[in-house]
């Protein structure tokens, strides 16, 4: 079975440090991946996903930017961190298909606060 | 441009009562819809999905959803409403583009 795996699960970081949240799949190959930020009223916001290695399509202008070293693993950076950038983070994953996005899979989230 | 508008941000029901959440989307291809659903201190779920045949779509827990290409529309019902369907219900738009675009949310609260 596949399973999806985030961490850390909570992360207090001063303004300008740096951070990073990283994502794992497991038990499928190829996953398109998605970091999403999910805020109370504003449902869940698409920062970032990727449809193969080091393939990043970028959804809006941030203080963030993502990485796909691996097939299976996405990370989300930042080099300096606003208090902005507070917020709850979901990683998520899909199976590539030929009939468009399919079924998102989400990791448990990561809780952010910047102070 | 790819997105979604519900327009329910908080509704709040007794129990027995019949539900429908609305939800519109803009997407200029063939699209496939979702309705995803987070129960208080739980992950996002599917509940349901569209993608091609049938627009009646049933899903898990007696909801179902029925897409009005004509209109746009995707709306979530649910014939009678339990105190356990309390929840936040999130309405999604995908496509040929890879990318799942979500709507802002809507609260439901079933009062017993």
């Known amino acids: 079975s596949q399973t999806i795996h985030q961490w850390p699960a909570t992360l207090v970081q001063p303004v300008g440090s740096p951070l990073s949240l990283e994502c794992t799949v497991e038990?499928?190959?190829?996953?398109?991946l998605y970091w999403y930020r999910q805020a109370a009223g504003r449902g869940l916001q698409l920062l970032f996903y990727s449809v193969g290695i080091g393939q990043i399509s970028s959804e809006v202008p941030q203080n963030l930017s993502a990485s796909r070293p691996q097939d299976r693993q996405f990370i989300l950076s930042s080099k300096k961190l606003l208090l902005s950038d507070s917020g709850f983070y979901l990683c998520?994953?899909?199976?590539?298909?030929?009939?468009?996005?399919?079924?998102?899979?989400f990791g448990e989230g990561s809780r952010l606060t910047v102070l | 441009a790819q997105s979604v508008s519900q327009h329910n941000h908080h509704v709040i029901l007794s129990e027995a009562a019949s539900l429908e959440l609305g939800c519109n989307y803009s997407?200029?291809?063939?699209?496939?819809l979702f309705w995803y659903v987070q129960y208080p201190g739980q992950h996002l779920q599917l509940l349901l999905k569209y993608f091609s045949g049938d627009p009646l779509v049933k899903g898990i827990k007696g909801f179902e959803a029925e897409f009005i290409k004509s209109k746009f529309s995707f709306n979530l019902r649910k014939p009678s409403v339990q105190w356990s369907d309390t929840a936040e219900y999130f309405c999604?738009?995908?496509?040929?583009?890879?990318?799942?675009?979500f709507g802002t949310g809507t609260l439901l609260a079933v009062q017993p």
């Open positions: 038990g499928t190959s190829n996953p398109n």
């Open positions: 999604a738009v995908g496509g040929a583009t890879n990318k799942l675009i």
């Open positions: 998520a994953w899909s199976r590539r298909s030929g009939v468009g996005t399919g079924e998102l899979f």
């Open positions: 997407y200029g291809g063939t699209v496939n």
